[in-house]
């Protein structure tokens, strides 16, 4: 029997996990802009539009600010709240940052139309999230904590309810499962959040992806347990390695007490929009067919689908598919030795890339990678079960005495002046300190081309003045 008395509520993905996805985050503002009136008009619970993957892939790959699309998404929406991801003490690099960057990220963010972040981190080191919940709550935005889900031992009912009721204590004011490789199955969704409604009163919130194809049966299981928000996608740019489609989800729960109550008329014109963009990202190759069918294999061996292919594409470059399952075999031991971490950037990578190196060496552990040593060392935080004290002996040796037992972040010093002065030649916005600190080399890029597009319009309308054109 259904205990949820209330409309689930949901938060739109197309702008950002959807198209990061299916066709690695090449989506532009342009493309986005014409249907925000639209969308703005569903009653979304809330739009994730920015953060992940996007900030690196406007600057690297498109050529955009991602400030600016920020600001002409907030401009657009003016009734539906606007979420971004955030990598806790990475912020959205891959490298932690002083307290001060994130601080001061966190206040950009918000600044310039970010309502709720999402905040988590790699190994649930809640450590490595304070710092960002403590920002937002003062900037007066909505500090979301998203627990990293994952199987095996440590991982109990047990664990997730402590885990939320800390959360609560951090001053977080949600809590997101975020199932990154869509390993929750709808029953043990539904015994999950049941447990978690027991232990807290935040509100909850799914996020999942179809990569093992059950991803909207638990959605389904999740709703009907009190589940009060979960992360679906408009249908174009829906499953695979995405998430169960807005108006699928909207449509089951129709004539119930869980009904979002949207309209599907409009949510016909708004897929509409999207279609033909699916259709030349398959033409052109940008969406691979193989992301969208379903990988059962994600069940089996708990493995994301990305880090999959990553571990594939590292046999093959060195002539031996024929060890494929090997590997596959070798990744919970690998986990385990590391104190069995969720699998998810860059804890999936770390972990798929040492198994790769055991199964090839034909001794494990003869070569360790630098991010092997780093988790070892503690730099990435704590994790759930204790490291192998072996594989620490043989990969740290004597360096196991520089082992690091405090937050990480801790032993950084504040860095926001040194990047500023750094910078200084490019700056034309606050804002451009903050993309310089996480990618410099990629911002650098981009500021020459900015300016390089300034340089060229001044000229053109310096010929217009000059009467080089008829007015």
Partial sequence: MAENKK???????????????LIATRMTTEQMLPIIDKMDQVGYHAVECWGGATFDASLRFLKEDPWDRLRKLKAGFKNTKLQMLFRGQNILGY????????????????????????????LNDLRNLQTAVTATNKEKGHAQVALSYTLGDAYTLEYWTEMAKKIEEMGANSICIKDMAGLLTPYK?????????????LPIELHTHYTSGVASMTYMKAVEAGCDIIDTAMSPFALGTSQPATEVMAEAFKGTEMDPGFDQMLLKEIADYFRPMREEA????????????????????????????NMVSQLKEQNAEDKYMEVLEEIPRVRKDLGEPPLVTPSSQIVGTQAVFNVLMGER????????????????????KPFNPEVIDKVLGEDKKNAITCRYADLLEPELHKIEEEMKQWKQQDEDVLSYA??????????????????????SVADTKNGAYPV
């Fill in 438 to 459: 996480l990618f410099p080399q990629v911002a650098t890029e981009f500021f020459k081309y900015r300016e390089a597009q300034q340089t060229k319009v001044d000229a």
């Fill in 189 to 201: 969704a539904e015994e999950l959040v049941k447990s978690l409604k027991s232990a807290t009163s």
């Fill in 95 to 122: 490298r932690p940052y002083a307290d001060d960057v994130v601080e001061y990220f966190v206040q950009k963010s918000i600044a310039n139309g970010i309502d709720i972040i999402r905040i988590f981190d790699c």
């Fill in 365 to 384: 552990y003869k070569v360790a990678t630098k991010e092997t040593k780093d988790v070892l060392l503690g730099k990435y935080g704590q994790t759930v």
């Fill in 282 to 309: 398959l033409k052109s190759g940008l969406m691979n067919p193989k992301v969208l069918g379903v990988d059962i294999q994600t069940l089996l061996y708990q493995v994301p689908g990305g880090m999959l292919s």
């Fill in 7 to 21: 409309p689930v509520k949901i938060t739109e993905t197309v702008l950002r996990d959807a198209h990061q996805s």
